[in-house]
Structures are given as C-alpha cells and as structure tokens.
C-alpha cells in the first residue's frame, strides 16, 4: 500500500517535470526565432550599410547628397574656363612665368601662350575639355609641346590649372601651375570689347609704354599721358599739367620699384573694363581718347 501511494506522488511530479521541460524549449525557440531575420529583409539591411559606407561624408559625420555635390563642383569646374569666354591665367612651367590665355567653346579649346619678355612669340595651342574628369589637353600646332592636366576651383591660390608640361623638341617634361586672372565674355581676337580699339593696337601702346619705362625714355613716356594727371610724390597726391613738368619730377614718380613692377608684366591678354586698360597689377591704366588716340590717364605709383 506504501508503494502505491509513493508511486501516486512520483509520477505526477514526473509528468509535471516534464510539462516544464517543455514550456522552457518551446519558449526559447520561439523567443530564437523571434529574433531571426528574414531573408529578404537581411538583403535590404546590407545594402543600407553599404549605401552609408559609400557616400560622402561632411567633416560633421553627416552623409552628403553626393549628386548635388558633384553637380556643383562640375559648375565651378567649367566656370573656371567659361563657356564663350576668354580666360587668362598667370603662372610658370617649371621656373619659368608664363601666361594663358584660353577660349573654350564647348569642349574645344583656343589657346595662346605668352611670356613678359617681349622678344617671345604667342605660341597658339589647340585642345579639349573633359567635363567628366575635369581634365584638358591643350597642344600647340606642330605638336611639340602639350599642356596637360586638371582643373581646381576655390584653392588657396584662386582657380588654377595645373598638371605636365612636355616639350618633344628637348624631351623636357615638367610640371604648370596657373591662376586665374581674369576673364572677358568675348573670343581671344576680340578680347577688349569695351575698348573702341583692335587688340593689337591696345597691346602694341602698352608695349610702347613698357619699353620707355624700361629704357627710361622720359620724354616718349610723358608724350603718351593725357593731362592734367594726378600722381603720388613723397607720399602726397599733385597734379602734373604738363610733359614738362612731368618730367622735372620723373624720378619721384618712376622709381625703381615702379619700374620693376612694369618691367615684369605682361603686355598682351590685359584686364580691361569701362574705365579702360589695366597695365601691371594697376600701376598704369590708359584708354582712347577721340581727339588723341590712346592716353594714359592713371599712374599709381
């Protein structure tokens, strides 16, 4: 009788171990599965990732719209060299300065360069832009020289091209950095539309002004200025009336540094506006006058 009711209490607490059992493995299969994620929602979460991982990221940690960033870079890529516009660029290959001047219509590219020495030649070059790649290839017409290289808008020294230079003549190969100076919405032939003058004409009077300068002409350099004209001695503003006068006080007004600045500008691709010409960084500006023919009518000295 003992057995039997011993035998009574096991099995129940068997059976009841046993319903526990179970509850434990059935709740943590479903607690596992729970957790488990789907097939197509795993291929959806890993292409997110990837997405983050590949897009530009701000200096904050933000992603960027990579399409309205390369949208606006192309826009201040071609703006360096403008559509229908004539660029002038300053720089140097290698040690040695030179000027660009470059008309791009579409892709093509019309080029000239040019130095301060005015014994030097324009060497004309032909080429193309690659907007894609910001990139150019500009080649002068007997094919002995080539510039290329890449544009870059907003550095710390303005928009600049920069890339190879190669000469097949010496087999010389070094690299160009040019700067941006200034630009005008016409071709290279018609490059001071505000002047009522061809640029030939301009450019051979700054040539003249140059050269007397250099030279120290006095009297030829007086006989091109328009008077009156107002000018800096020992630091005060006066009036010259005359090329007489101008000259009594040429060396205060042509010094040394004065002329230095002018022996090293170009006298071809200038900057020009309403006012007139700009000569140097704008130590002389000149225009034509109807009763005189081209005048200078500032000295900034």
Sequence with gaps: MKSYKKMFIIVP??????????????TKFITSNNHTVPAEESVSTTTKQ????????????????????????ASKIQDIISDQTTSVFDGAVGERNIGMAIYRSGSELTASLFTAN????????????????????????????????????????????????????????????????????SPLEGRYPLVNADAADVENFARQIKLNIVEDKRQEFADLINYPINVTINNKKISINSSEEFIQHYNDIITSDFK??????????????????????????????????????????
């Design 13 to 26: 607490l068997l059976v009841l171990c046993l319903i526990c059992a179970s509850y434990v493995v059935t």
């Design 50 to 73: 990837e997405e983050v991982s590949t897009a530009p990221v701000s200096t904050t940690g933000t992603p960027v719209n990579s399409t309205e960033e390369t949208t606006g870079d």
């Design 118 to 185: 005015e014994k030097d030649p324009e060497t004309k070059l032909l080429g193309t832009l690659n907007k894609d790649t910001s990139s150019f290839v500009l080649t002068s017409e007997d094919g002995s020289i080539t510039f290329e290289g890449t544009l870059s808008p907003d550095t710390s020294n303005g928009d600049r091209l920069t890339g190879t230079f190669k000469n097949t003549k010496d087999q010389s190969e070094t690299e160009f950095h040019l700067t941006l100076s200034h630009s005008v919405g």
């Design 260 to 301: 230095n600045k002018l022996s090293d500008s170009y006298t071809k691709y200038l900057f020009s506006n309403s006012m007139g010409v700009m000569l140097g960084d704008g130590e002389i500006w000149f225009d034509k006058f109807h009763d005189q023919g081209f005048r200078i009518y500032a000295i900034n000295n």
